[in-house]
């Protein structure tokens, strides 16, 4: 009976496996070389001649400082958004745009389009360059980075880093993803590829987050832009080419930590209060005339110890600096030590000098004759 139950078993995992890819047959057109799959087609009216059964609108606030520049761009976004069959509103009471379509729109993805145009108009984007959006191939994205970051002070600094010097990193970041990038606020909206907003995505949030500074990144797109071009390295993998770039943690000064006092149940005694000193005094029992003395005394002590301090700063002024008298005798003295020993100098010099000179003189005859007669000995006294 368990050999028939295990049978039976197997059996239906064998049907279970054969209806899981059921609908997953090779198709004729997935291995069609002619065929550019990543391809968006442009969409044709013809496909869609009835229009929309319902209507769908979108609207957004604006800035106010926004307000005078749209009003001037209105009607060429007006113009624009015409050409496909969508309705547009600005109303400056409430501060907003609206985006709508109507009975001649024929593309149901347009309205989408139009939603990002106005956010991107909202968001300080060039009404010529947001106008692009409408294009098939062109997507955009809005990365909030506000939140990111607690500091607003960090905030700021890396937000700088993102811009660069005379927004040269924001350039160079342009040219290698391909992609418009306008750093606004809160905010950073990009305009491009797909492939292209999705780097720029990790470029931003990398930086806000200081993961890694935003040259380290166009430094690998550079090399990735050349890998590229090689057809060898199409299929391989590049993480080998690729720079790997470390975190350095810079140390911080170590804030001195305040030395913890012991533990005590007992409260700090509590300071003598104004009227307590008062009683001590005897002051708390004096007449208001001999307060009223008292104060007016101790004030004139403070004056006098004022107009004195200040008189003595005044008097600084006229005090000459002290001459340095010892200093200068002591030199004096080291300079007649010093011509002293020079002259005993000179002097054995001169001798030595004189010396040689008698030792050069000499006739050679003479000394010879001198040194030939050998000396005369004494006469012994013993007789």
């Not at 008698?358 to 006739?363: L, M």
Request: hydrophobic fraction near 35%; proline fraction near 6%; aromatic fraction near 8%.
């Amino acid at each position: 009976m368990a050999a028939e139950n295990g049978e039976i078993e197997v059996k239906e995992m064998t049907k279970k496996q054969k209806h899981k890819g059921k609908h997953d047959k090779p198709k004729p057109w997935d291995e069609d070389p002619n065929i550019d799959h990543w391809k968006i087609e442009k969409f044709d009216p013809s496909w869609n001649e009835s229009g929309m059964l319902e209507a769908s609108s979108f609207s957004t606030l604006f800035p106010q400082y926004r307000e005078k520049y749209l009003q001037e761009v209105w009607p060429m976004v007006k113009s624009a958004l015409k050409e496909y069959g969508v309705a547009c509103e600005l109303n400056l009471v409430e501060g907003s745009m609206t985006v709508s379509t109507t009975r001649k729109t024929r593309d149901p993805y347009i309205i989408i389009k139009a939603r990002d145009l106005i956010k991107l108009l909202s968001r300080s984007v060039p009404a010529p360059q947001a106008i692009k959006i409408l294009n098939d191939e062109m997507q955009c994205d809005i990365i909030k980075i506000g939140n990111l970051v607690r500091n607003k002070e960090r905030f700021v600094k890396r937000r700088q880093h993102l811009v660069g010097p005379n927004s040269s990193t924001l350039k160079a970041l342009e040219i290698l993803t391909g992609c418009y990038i306008l750093v606004q606020g809160n905010t950073v909206a990009a305009m491009g590829s797909f492939k292209g907003l999705k780097q720029v995505r990790r470029i931003v949030e990398d930086c806000i987050q200081n993961k890694m500074h935003p040259v380290y990144h166009i430094k690998i797109l550079m090399m990735k832009k050349e890998l590229e071009m090689d057809p060898a390295l199409k299929n391989e993998n590049w993480d080998r080419f690729l720079p790997k770039f470390k975190k350095k943690n810079v140390k911080q000064k170590k804030v001195k930590s305040k030395e913890k006092k012991p533990y005590t149940p007992f409260p700090p005694p509590q300071p003598p209060s104004k009227v307590d000193m008062q009683l001590e005094s005897g002051e708390y029992f004096w007449s208001n005339q001999k307060k009223q003395a008292k104060k007016w005394q101790e004030k004139q002590e403070k004056q006098a110890e004022k107009t004195a301090e200040n008189k003595r700063k005044r008097e600084a002024a006229f005090i000459p600096p002290e001459e340095p008298k010892e200093q200068n005798a002591g030199t004096s003295e080291d300079k007649n030590n010093d011509v002293a020993a020079i002259a005993i100098s000179i002097k054995a010099k001169a001798k030595e000098f004189g010396k040689k000179k008698a030792i050069e003189n000499v006739n050679a005859e003479e000394y010879i004759a001198a040194s030939g007669e050998l000396p005369k000995k004494k006469k012994s006294k013993h007789v």
